[in-house]
């Protein structure tokens, strides 16, 4: 019993798991990897939450915010209104067509200006988030690069060895084939 005692003191004693650290070593541990993984979501949707608080943001702001999420709606509702129209009242819709032919070459090119601007600056703001996005997924790459291993070492396993002591279902059975023969008399 001493003995015992002694070989589990070693392995497990002074609050160490000799076994839980060696193993530790050729595998990370599951339940540390997701705690840190938790933390490190948990530091990224706080971030995210302190950019767009809305409670830090004055009414401008809110305004601004509001306003730029106009254009593009209304410019696609209005083309499909356009539509409607010409096919409601022809007449109406020819006379308008008409009329927006005789706005000078001037005025299209400071309406190009605006909304090439509008959509530029959109642009910008969409790519710096999209940069931001594929930063995000680059530095998951390694998790799931450990993962393809993991699932691909899967396929190098090989099943165990069958016991010494069973037999093939080939190979005769000397009880069976006695238990057959007084069988059939």
Known sequence: MGLIDGLLAVLFGGNRNVVKETAEVFRVNAE?????ELDLQGQV????????RLADRSRFD???DALNRVPRPAMALGTIGLFVAAMIDPVWFAARMAGIALVPEPLWW???AIVSFYFG????AKGQQFQRDLAHSIARVPQVIKT?????????VTP?????GVQDVDE????LADWRATRAR
Not at 32 to 36: L, N, Q, S, T, Y
Not at 160 to 164: G, L, R, V
């Open 160 to 164: 165990p060895e069958p016991d010494a």
């Open 110 to 112: 400071l309406l190009a």
């Open 172 to 175: 005769p059975n000397a009880a």
């Open 121 to 124: 600056a959109r642009h910008q």
């Open 62 to 64: 809110q305004v601004m």
């Open 148 to 156: 393809v291993r993991d699932v691909e070492a899967l396929r190098n």
């Open 32 to 36: 540390a990897e997701a705690g840190r």
């Open 45 to 52: 949707l706080e971030q995210f939450g302190k950019e767009f």
